[in-house]
């Protein structure tokens, strides 16, 4: 069904609010260059906290209270509809991984990925299942399901570690017999997670790779964007997009080699860690530039006799007034920041800035990826 060289992007996007209000605020041409890899996380699962005063403690002193966790298959039909609504019936893949042995089976039997692969059918969404080479039997039970009934294919994420080992291609060979399918129904995902300047280099993996050509699509994802801004002060500050630059460069040497597509983890850290609850974020902008990020630090919107929330606007005054600003019709993100400098009441919050900064970095990579 999916089949793209290096003119396409792969976002992977964690499925949260933000990152789903930026995707479909994209413009349809950059929508077209791209296919997420859309990974639910399992905190949506959880019970949810909520605040509850006692007799003996002020509102400032309540109590976290866990409310009854919600039904999973309530919470999976929610994720279904937020595709279709969010990215429409536009292909995609879908990655389950961490909800494995955090999310019990629906209705006592059914896994989650067969119970949300029955609802993309019903909604006629083009789901691509995520596994890897160890996943348990019960997940690769459910993926061989969901690929013979919707013949959609799957995409296979493995990491450098397990490209080199030396028993690969018989591992791989045992792994396309027990679902079934052959090389060309899959789309191979080389995942190195946090980019890493001493790790192999993409054209090394790559001629460690079995069948090379006959995967029907390849792509090889990277995050460079640290893990959050703590080590910075308040400011502004350059953080090089080594995952771009390091994946271009090898491009311009590749020869005839077949070459991967360019997958990222946007401005979000290249390893899953849920943020912790109440936190103290800080008013920052992630913008992306052509080879770099540049941070717009500010303070913790929470410290005491500190600025707040209105640092965010004096940020976003700050970047309109730079040359790198890219210009308020841009993107649907660049739009809000050029907004928001000009409503010194409306401050934004969290979600809506990471929204603006994934929104302008989608952007930014599908009109690179365009111009290659």
Same mark, same amino acid.
């Given at each position: 069904?999916i089949m793209?060289? $290096?003119?396409h992007y792969?976002p992977?996007?964690?499925w949260?609010q933000?990152?789903?209000l ?6 349809s ?7 997420? &890899? ?5 905190k949506?699962f959880?019970p949810?906290k ?7 403690k002020?509102? $400032?002193e309540?109590l976290? &209270? ?5 039904d999973p298959?309530?919470?999976?039909? =929610?994720h279904a509809?937020?595709?279709l ?13 961490y909800?494995?042995g955090?999310v #019990?089976?629906i209705n006592g039997?059914?896994?989650?990925? $067969?119970?949300?692969?029955?609802l993309g ?7 691509v299942?995520?596994?890897g080479?160890d996943?348990?039997?019960r997940?690769q039970?459910?993926v061989?399901t969901?690929?013979r009934t ?5 995409? *296979? ?5 397990e490209l080199?080992? &030396?028993?690969l ?7 396309l ?8 129904d899959l789309d191979l995902l080389?995942d190195?997670?946090v980019f890493?300047?001493?790790?192999? =280099?993409? =054209?090394?993996?790559?001629?460690r790779v079995?069948? *090379?050509?006959k995967w029907r699509? *390849?792509?090889l994802a990277r995050g460079?964007?640290p893990?959050?801004l703590?080590n910075?002060?308040p400011?502004a @500050?350059r953080?090089g997009?080594?995952?771009w630059t390091?994946?271009k460069?090898? *491009?311009?040497?590749r020869? !005839?080699q !077949?070459?991967?597509?360019?997958s990222d983890y $946007?401005i979000?850290y290249?390893?899953?860690v849920?943020?912790?609850?109440n936190a103290n #974020? ?11 990020w540049l941070?717009?630090r500010?303070e913790?919107?929470f410290n005491e006799?500190g600025p707040g929330?209105?640092q965010?606007?004096a940020?976003?005054m700050?970047l309109?007034?730079?040359?790198e600003f890219?210009?308020?019709?841009f993107?649907?993100?660049d739009?809000?920041i050029?907004?928001?400098?000009r409503?010194p009441k409306?401050h934004?919050?969290?979600?809506t ?5 994934l929104n @302008? @970095?989608?952007?930014v990579v599908? =009109?690179?990826?365009g111009?290659l």
């Open positions: 069904m793209f060289g $290096t003119n792969v992977i996007l964690r949260k933000a990152e789903r930026a995707l479909h605020r994209l413009r041409d950059d929508k077209a260059r791209m296919t997420p &890899v859309i990974e639910i996380p399992p949506s959880f949810k909520r605040v509850e005063a006692t007799e003996r002020s509102a $400032t309540s976290l &209270v866990n409310e009854l966790a919600p298959g309530s919470v999976l039909r =929610r509809k937020e595709i609504r969010f990215w429409g019936n536009s292909p995609f893949f879908l990655e389950l991984a909800l494995e955090a #019990p089976a039997s059914v896994h989650p990925l $067969t119970y949300l692969s029955d059918r019903s909604y006629r969404l083009k789901l299942p995520v596994t080479l996943r348990p039997v997940y039970t459910a061989a969901a690929v919707d013949r959609n294919g799957l995409c *296979l994420r493995v990491s450098p570690s080199l080992e &030396v028993n291609p018989r591992r791989l060979e045992q792994f017999d027990g679902l079934g399918v052959k090389a060309s080389v190195y997670g890493d300047p001493d790790a192999p =280099r993409i =054209r090394e993996l790559l001629l079995p069948q *090379l050509r699509s *390849l792509i460079a964007f893990k959050d703590q910075f002060e400011g @500050h953080i997009r080594s995952d390091s994946w460069d090898e *491009l311009r040497q020869g !005839r !077949r070459w991967p597509s360019f $946007t979000q290249g390893r899953y849920e943020p912790v609850d #974020p800080s008013a920052s902008i992630r913008y992306t530039l052509d080879e770099e941070i717009m500010g913790g919107i006799d929330r209105a965010w606007n940020n976003a700050l309109m007034e730079r040359d890219y210009g308020e019709a993107s649907d993100g739009t809000y050029a907004e928001m400098s409503k409306d934004g919050s969290p979600m800035w990471i929204r603006a900064g @302008h @970095h989608m952007s599908s =009109r690179q990826i111009a």
